[in-house]
């Protein structure tokens, strides 16, 4: 990927994308698609371009951004400055530039362009906007595979600093759509290229550390970091486990993941792998206890053991239920039934971690109270997968059935 060719046929696109790559320039931010989630990005050289993405989104300001290359070209013009030339935009970009530390060698040349991102030394004479590494020592860094999001940083001659382009703590984007219903009118341009293949977030490694960390999961596996040799440790999402772990390979995470994340407007309530679908009680305590806007509806997200037809269950149970509960769930005014709204996400873990986020947002647009999740189990895909739940959950039920 050194020298790319992109190739883009219809004289349409090209001059859009042209356009975008105009508006980037002049410091604005472009909402465009990856493999892995949309991208809210903005020229990673420019403070006024970076700082109109953490107002777009309502960011937190010490949350950094992962800047999104081209080439391996264009991060080497990153990490040495020092030999610099001038482009077309004003900004000192050098052509050649400083080399990438080893240790990424090998996981470069499986998993780039793709969802990978990697942590590298921020140098002294940094080209980048000191609001994208938010006081980091390193910068994160990306070469993505969307033709697009390529197309993006050669049409601009731009690296991108891009966080998701959604709306800060909702969960993330993998349609224009959702980047709409966010952000509309917050910025001026965004890109549609269809839904996400990917549909979670990049994977986010540091490499430069003892040992080596996987800061975040995502969109590649940890077993398949770890297939290319090394010990790469990995991170816990929960305090408890953090404060319990004795293992010294178990780290906090990444910056920023300390914040309320993808998190819809119903509350979610998440079972742990192996753990029995919630019965008529369950649905009617939870959506009752779930609080402000209850309106009698709850939704059910599916994935590999539970059976279509909970909501019909759960209803059957409801009738039979004790008195108290039905006095407990009737008795509220207003509320003339239980309405279930159930999806399927899948069985295969490439497919839920496709259609996760948007199903989170699926089911709070039906104006759901609650959404009860069946976990899987957290291997390959399910580790990416059970932490943005995790994130989004506000109870976790671990009784196995
Ligand atoms: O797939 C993705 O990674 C998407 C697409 C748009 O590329 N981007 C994305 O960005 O998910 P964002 O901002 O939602 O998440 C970036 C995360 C930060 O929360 C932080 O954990 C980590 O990447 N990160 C970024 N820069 C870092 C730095 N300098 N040091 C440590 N962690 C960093
Ligand atoms: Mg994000």
Redesign the pocket.
């Known amino acids: 990927y050194d020298s790319p060719t992109l190739k883009i046929d219809d004289p349409a696109t090209l001059e859009a994308l042209k356009n975008a790559a105009d508006l980037l320039g002049q410091g604005k931010c472009v909402a465009f698609p ?1 493999e ?6 903005a020229d990673a050289t420019s403070t006024v371009g970076v700082n109109s993405i953490y107002a777009a989104k309502q ?1 937190p300001l010490d ?4 800047v ?1 290359v081209g080439s391996l070209r264009q991060l080497r013009g990153i990490l040495a400055p020092s030999d610099s030339t001038t482009n077309t935009n004003g900004h000192t970009m050098n052509t050649d530039g400083g080399e990438i530390p080893e240790v990424y060698d090998a996981l470069i040349s499986k998993f780039w362009p793709g ?1 990978l ?1 990697i ?1 590298l030394p ?1 140098p002294t004479n940094s080209p980048l906007s000191a609001a ?3 006081g ?5 860094a ?1 070469l ?1 595979s969307h033709p697009i ?1 390529q197309a993006l940083c050669h049409l601009s001659s731009l690296p991108l600093a ?4 959604n709306a800060s703590g909702n969960p ?1 984007p993998t349609s224009a759509s959702h980047v709409f219903t966010d952000l509309r009118n917050r910025i001026p341009l965004i890109i549609d290229g269809g839904p996400c293949s ?1 549909g ?3 994977t ?1 490694v ?1 490499g430069l550390r003892d040992p080596p960390v996987v ?2 999961p ?2 590649i596996s940890v077993e398949a970091i770890r297939e290319l040799g090394g010990v790469w440790a990995r991170t816990v999402t929960s305090r408890a486990s953090l404060d319990d772990a004795a293992d010294s390979s178990i780290i906090p ?5 300390k914040y309320k994340h993808y998190s819809p407007r119903a509350g979610v309530i998440l079972y742990e792998f192996g753990t029995r679908p919630p019965c008529g009680k369950d649905l009617v305590r939870s959506t009752i206890l779930s609080g402000k806007n209850f309106n009698g509806k709850v939704g059910i997200l599916r994935t590999r053991t539970w059976k279509a037809g909970i909501g019909e269950l759960t209803l059957d149970c409801l009738r039979s239920e004790s008195s108290d509960v039905k006095s407990e769930f009737y008795g509220n005014e207003g509320v003339g039934g239980l309405t279930v709204v159930e999806m399927g996400l899948g069985k295969g873990g490439e497919e839920i971690g496709r259609g996760l986020f948007a199903a989170l947002r699926e089911l709070d647009d039906a104006g759901v109270d609650v959404i009860h999740v069946e976990g899987i189990e957290e291997v390959h895909e399910g580790l990416a997968i059970m932490n943005r739940l995790r994130k989004a959950a506000s109870v976790v039920v671990r009784t196995v059935w």
């Open positions: 990856t892995t989630v949309y991208g809210l990005g960011r949350n950094p951004l992962i999104h969802p991102t942590l921020l994208v590494t938010a980091q020592p390193k910068f994160a990306r993505p999001a891009a966080p998701s382009a993330s990917v979670l977030e990049s986010v540091d800061l975040r995502g969109g995470e990444a910056p920023g993941m």
